[in-house]
Antibody, heavy 118, light 106 residues
Framework: QVQLQESGPGLVKPSQTLSLTCTVS??????????WSWIRQPAGKGLEWIGR???????NYNPSLKSRVTISVDTSKNQFSLKLSSVTAADTAVYYC??????????WGQGTLVTVSS | AIQLTQSPSSLSASVGDRVTITCRAS??????LAWYQQKPGKAPKLLIY???SLESGVPSRFSGSGSGTDFTLTISSLQPEDFATYYC????????FGQGTRLEIK
């Protein structure tokens, strides 16, 4: 059973870079045709897709965030990561990592709250 | 970007009721749609994929239908554990989520 776990700072200062890592267990991040994604959810609001990385390393990003987002993968550690630059209070949210095929998100992490505040 | 509009935004119903939630896409997405259930403080859980395929382990009271721009999620007989927020998600062009439908106990 594949499991995902987010990790990273819970508090980030405005204008700095938010960095999160998702560790995949119970399976290899580089096996199969999986997309590994980041999604966020501000308190009391809906889900917003941030971007994804394929097992080949190719990436796709939400156009509204593209200029600030980088998603990368470290196959040696079975992890993938998110960097979001120039954060503001509007980036405060629960951040989820997820994995799945081209038309499903089968696996989700439990989510991690990131607050942007000085 | 493809937009998904769910209706209603919230819904009150009783145990045993039949409930239908609608998701409309701003352009055709074939059957590239999934439905998720989210409970407070938890990650979303996949219910339906490819518009009408039931994810393994999900009760058969959940069903999905539709193609193109109009989709529905139906719960045939509400159970206490079904009160949650439901989201649709399209996969035709990258991915986007609907705004959610909150299902509350009447």
């Amino acid at each position: 059973q594949v499991q995902l776990q987010e990790s990273g700072p819970g508090l980030v200062k405005p204008s700095q870079t938010l960095s999160l890592t998702c560790t995949v267990s119970g399976g290899s991040i580089s096996s199969g045709s999986y997309y590994w994604s980041w999604i966020r959810q501000p308190a009391g609001k809906g889900l917003e897709w941030i971007g994804r990385i394929y097992t080949s390393g190719s990436t796709n990003y939400n156009p509204s965030l593209k200029s600030r987002v980088t998603i990368s993968v470290d196959t040696s550690k079975n992890q993938f990561s998110l960097k979001l630059s120039s954060v503001t209070a509007a980036d405060t949210a629960v951040y989820y990592c997820a994995g799945g095929g081209s038309r499903t998100y089968d696996y989700w992490g439990q989510g991690t709250l990131v607050t942007v505040s000085s | 970007a493809i937009q998904l509009t769910q209706s209603p935004s919230s819904l009150s119903a009783s145990v045993g009721d039949r409930v239908t939630i609608t998701c409309r896409a701003s352009q055709g997405i074939s059957s590239a749609l999934a439905w998720y259930q989210q409970k407070p403080g938890k990650a979303p859980k996949l219910l339906i994929y490819d518009a009408s395929s039931l994810e393994s382990g999900v009760p058969s009271r959940f069903s999905g239908s539709g193609s193109g721009t109009d989709f529905t999620l139906t719960i045939s007989s509400l159970q206490p554990e079904d009160f949650a927020t439901y989201y649709c998600q399209q996969f035709n062009s990258y991915t986007t989520f609907g705004q959610g439908t909150r299902l509350e106990i009447k």
